[in-house]
């Protein structure tokens, strides 16, 4: 029987007929027996860790009536009736929250009618507040009005009492006249 070659660019690329060859990439390998299945040597890709998304603002003209929850942050200059549950919430100057807020980080700058709970509680200058706060640690600036109590708590976020380490009662009012 004659031995038939398959053309190449030199003599020792040339294969005798009937001699197994790779499949093309991205073709399956099935062993026949005789054949061993290629092995993989492509490297695994490298984890990419997600770029935390930006924001979501609630526009100054924006007044929702319902509740909110998200994993991420959340800028608000309009009017909410509802509750509030986010990781960071940051309250503009011109804002208006009815109902209660749970995050890890708090920032008011405007006005909240409602229980607040959160790591970090900021009342800034501009803030009104009108009901508890629950937090594992507070900032009060001069000149914020709070009306309400304030408790320190181990774990704020919980809903269950949870161990309260100081607590305080009556109205705290921090504005300077």
């Known amino acids: 029987m004659p031995t038939i070659f398959s053309k190449g660019k030199g003599s020792e690329n040339a294969k005798p007929a009937g001699a197994h060859s790779a499949p093309p990439p991205g073709t399956p390998s099935v062993p026949d027996g005789n054949a061993r299945a290629p092995a993989t040597t492509s490297p695994m890709p ?77 009342l800034t200058s501009t803030a009104r507040v009108e009901g508890d706060i629950i937090h594992k640690t507070i900032a009060i600036e001069s000149g914020a009005h709070f009306e309400g109590s304030v408790q320190r708590q181990e774990d704020p976020l919980s809903s269950g009492g949870g161990k309260t380490a100081v607590t305080s009662g009556g109205t705290i009012s921090a504005k300077k006249e």
């Open 46 to 122: 490298a984890a990419v860790p997600k770029a935390k998304p930006p924001a979501s603002t609630l526009s100054s003209d924006l007044v929702v009536t319902g509740n909110l929850e998200t994993t991420g942050d959340i800028q608000v200059e309009g009017k909410i009736k509802g509750d509030i549950r986010a990781h960071l919430l940051n309250v503009g100057e011109g804002a208006t929250i009815e109902g209660e807020i749970v995050a890890d980080d708090v920032v008011v700058n405007g006005r909240i009618i409602g229980r607040v709970r959160g790591l970090k509680v900021r």
